[in-house]
């Protein structure tokens, strides 16, 4: 097996914290395929020749009268919408919705799918891309898919053969090294009703530190630090995540902040459907950022590859000219401010293993080819009833090349409530790409100094 000597020099290899037979690694002749017939990240190059063009690169270039601040504006504020998926012919394109999607189309005349012209305006950074290619021949599972070996950043299974390497894709993806944003999270009750919660994230990957030592934390993908600011009854409390890559090895640590009683202490319940933070039980912690956490409780099947509509390009809803009040509706979001575009997705069916625990009994991933987010995402209870709803309105943050979330929404079909996360419209500074931060920023020291009021 070649092996990656920059991370062997680093030290990072999980290989050292599991037991187990590896595997993942594809041949220098299939890794020969990414910029070839694939894009540098996996995803067919080519076209369908209809509605989904060719992926010629991706969107590089800000648009004019962006000012460099985080707030995005529209390259494609002109693109009209092409058509209309609602009630009257929902039947006629539920082959490329999912089963979530069509639920609530069928249980609300007011949600509707608004179908824009495709764009495919994901990119990486190069140095993201190419350290994407080498991980083809070296990145690997270890034990049982819980954990990855040979990996320090970039896309770990470009081509993939297991569906527990889909979704590694998906946790592992590059959101720009070190980033801080400010964000709301509402969860409105039936009738609409809301108020905000606003959270200061920062989210830094170990290899982003400004002390970086590839000998400390080996086992640590990202620091992941939320302040609640708002409002006052919450505001001060914070919670500290160090996710690892191998979370069965060694599980995720989290501490928690309480401004209340002043004190830190350890979180073990921040994580797989653990309660979600200030969300009035309308999410699992595991929901964040549609999925995040180990996968050791599910089984995960690749159902296959197909073409499907999802939120994409969705500037709309980071607009300046939009209020909460024109977003936050009641049962869903405002699907007149929604893009959906026609992109393939990898559908990965997670099931839960005999003998383990989780409230959702089954989930079923579609995740883009070109970015490996999770781009929707059906979840059934034990019974196996379909029970919540989640989309990720992507877009192209293309200042510093990183696809991610505008907003993602839970849906929840039987409350007829939602959680949305992710409001910037109302915020100051709502992204800072390239931020400073040490490793003593990201300890329950640094946590307590954060969190005082």
């Known amino acids: 097996m070649k092996l990656n000597k920059k991370l062997l020099a680093s030290g990072v290899l999980a290989a050292t914290l599991v037991a187990g037979n590896a595997f993942g690694a594809v041949s220098a002749e299939e890794a020969a395929k990414l910029g070839a017939s694939l894009t540098p990240v996996g995803a067919e190059k080519a076209g369908n020749g209809g509605e989904i063009p060719a992926w010629t690169g991706g969107l590089k270039e800000s648009p004019a009268g962006y000012n460099n601040d985080g707030i995005y504006l529209d390259p494609f504020a002109d693109d009209e919408v092409k058509f209309t998926i609602d009630q009257s012919n929902v ?6 919705l999912s089963a979530g999607q069509v639920a609530m189309i069928k ?11 495709t764009r495919r305006t994901a990119t990486y950074p190069q140095a993201i891309m190419d350290q994407t290619v080498e991980n083809a021949t070296t990145s690997e599972l270890v034990a049982g898919g819980n954990g990855i070996e040979n990996y320090q950043e970039g896309v770990p299974f470009p081509l993939p053969k297991e569906g527990v390497e889909v979704i590694w894709n998906h946790i592992t993806r590059y959101r720009g090294g070190s980033v801080q944003r400010n964000v709301g999270q509402v969860t409105p009750t039936e009738n609409g009703a809301y108020s905000v919660v606003k959270f200061q994230d920062e989210f830094t990957w170990r290899a982003s530190l400004e002390d970086f030592d590839p000998a400390k934390d080996p086992n640590v993908l990202f620091y992941f630090k939320q302040a609640i600011t708002a409002p006052a009854r919450l505001a001060g409390n914070v919670l500290l995540v160090h996710d690892t890559l191998n979370q069965v090895a060694e599980a995720r640590r989290a501490w928690v902040y309480n401004a209340g009683q002043r004190r830190v202490r350890r ?17 699992t912690t595991d929901n964040f950022d549609l999925f995040n956490g180990a996968p050791d409780r599910y089984n995960w099947e690749i159902v296959g590859k197909k073409e499907m509509y999802i939120p994409y390009n969705s500037y709309k809803l980071v607009d300046r000219s939009v209020s909460y009040d024109d977003i936050v509706k009641a049962g869903h979001i405002n699907q007149d401010l929604a893009r959906y575009e026609l992109h393939r997705v990898w559908h990965v069916r997670a099931t839960l293993k005999d003998g383990e625990r989780h409230v959702y009994g089954q989930r079923d991933f579609f995740i883009d080819e070109d970015t490996w987010q999770a781009a929707v995402i059906d979840h059934y209870d034990g019974r196996g009833e379909l029970w919540r709803v989640a989309e990720a309105h992507a877009m192209q943050f293309y200042d510093v090349q990183v696809p991610w979330y505008a907003i993602e929404t839970l849906y929840d079909l039987l409350s007829g409530r939602y959680l ?8 100051n500074d709502p992204y800072t790409f390239g931020v400073s931060r040490s490793s003593r920023d990201y300890t329950p020291a640094a946590l307590r100094r954060a969190g005082t009021r």
């Open 420 to 427: 949305a996360l992710g409001l910037t419209n109302e915020e």
């Open 267 to 283: 979180a073990p319940q921040v994580a797989y459907d653990g309660p979600g933070t200030a969300a009035d039980g309308m999410r």
């Open 107 to 117: 249980k609300y005349d007011t949600f509707k799918i608004p179908v824009y012209e």
């Open 91 to 96: 039947d006629e394109h539920a082959d490329k």
